[in-house]
């Protein structure tokens, strides 16, 4: 049975309506009219059953893949590329609920956007009835329908003044399959394209030898705790300075040298409380320590070595310990340079 297209173009909406109900009554179903207009009428206004929306499906499946994409995210990779998180869950709950969110809503509008595109019947790939007034106000009714059926359509057209009656052959508009294989092909390979070349990059399966400095970077990685330990071979400078009270190391010679620099370490570290001379004089600081003895070579002759280092080191009452400044070794230096000081 030859169809035929007819395509009539009317001036207004209210006598576009009365023709779809009168070629509704000449036998022809609804779904082979097509009103075209360029402002966006409601389907009402010419009498038609409304639209029925079926997009939904697309927001839903975009949903779904929204969150497998979430779950391979999260848990597929925690799974690839397990941490040690000192006991602790691996995929700790608000993040991930912050990613299956993010990616079920930007999934969902993509699936939206898209069925959408495909219910407002794009891509356009078959020849279309179509006629350049419809853009500048005109509404066009497009109907099919068999040749006997045809002429009274056309009967009608007329009757209600239609200005232009086109009429052509239905075989001519065939949907036009290998466009459709071409278009649905290249955008379902873009797709796969778009979804596993990030998928294979950033699980390794194809590794990019990127430029990244962090592969020569000593890491101390978390939980791990600083290194404490001194590389093997290494010489120790400082051991424990006492071993049961007593100082751990033995007094150094009271050589030239051991004299300056002990010398340089009194002027330094005593000289403010105790005076350059040990007598208290010109001692800024130790002018507000009246218990500071008044001639440090005196008083330092009647104690031991150990006792020196000791009260150096630890101090004594109000007497600060200057263990933090001073290695063992300059402690001996000012235990010697003490000893010299004059009485
Ligand atoms: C902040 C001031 C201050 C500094 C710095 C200081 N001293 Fe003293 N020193 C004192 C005071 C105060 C006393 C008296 C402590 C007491 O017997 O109550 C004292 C006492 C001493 C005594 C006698 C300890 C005893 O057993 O009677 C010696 C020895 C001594 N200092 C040596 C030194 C040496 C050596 C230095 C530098 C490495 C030094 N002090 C730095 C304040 C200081």
């Known amino acids: 049975m030859a169809d035929f297209l007819l395509l009539g173009l009317f001036d207004n909406v209210e006598t576009t309506a009365d023709v779809v109900d009168e070629v509704r009554a000449l036998g ?21 059953k409304p639209v029925r929306l079926w ?16 779950f391979f995210l999260t848990y597929g990779t925690s799974y690839l590329y397990p941490i040690e998180v000192g006991g602790q869950g691996l995929n700790p709950v608000p993040p991930t609920a912050i990613i299956y969110f993010e990616m079920i809503s930007l999934f969902s509008m993509l699936g939206a956007f898209a069925g959408f595109l495909l219910q407002n019947r794009f891509p356009i790939l078959t020849r279309r009835m179509y006629d ?12 099919c329908a068999p040749l006997a059926v045809a002429e009274q359509v056309v009967t009608v057209f007329e009757a209600h003044h239609a200005r232009v009656i086109k009429r052509e052959d239905a075989a001519a508009f065939k949907p036009q399959g ?3 294989l071409l278009f649905w092909g290249a955008v379902g390979t873009g797709g796969l394209v778009a979804v596993l070349v990030p998928l294979l990059l950033s699980y390794d399966i194809v590794r ?37 009270g007593e100082p751990a190391t033995a007094p150094l010679p009271a050589s030239e040298v051991s004299l300056q620099r002990g010398q340089m370490l009194y002027g330094t570290n005593c000289a403010m409380c ?15 320590f009246p218990e500071i003895p008044q001639s440090l070579g005196a008083r330092a002759a009647i104690l031991s070595d150990q006792d020196l280092f000791r009260v150096i080191r630890l101090g004594r009452n109000r007497m600060p310990g200057l263990a933090e400044n001073l290695s ?16």
């Open 28 to 48: 022809v179903p609804d779904e082979q009219m097509t009103v075209m207009s360029h402002v966006p009428y409601s389907s009402k206004i010419f009498a038609r």
């Open 55 to 70: 997009f939904l499906p697309f927001v839903l499946g975009g949903a779904a893949l929204g969150a497998l994409v979430a």
């Open 132 to 143: 350049e007034r419809i853009s500048d106000g005109y509404i066009g009714l497009e109907v």
């Open 178 to 180: 290998i466009r459709h």
């Open 208 to 244: 990019v030898p990127w430029i990244n400095k962090m592969d020569d970077t000593v890491v101390v990685r978390a939980q791990e705790g600083p290194r404490l330990a001194a590389p093997v071979g290494a010489v120790p400078v400082q051991g424990p300075v006492f071993i049961a």
């Open 274 to 288: 105790h005076g350059l001379q040990g007598d208290r004089a010109g001692a800024e600081v130790g002018k507000y």
């Open 328 to 343: 063992p070794g300059e402690t001996w230096d000012i235990v010697n340079y003490v000893r010299s000081l004059g009485e």
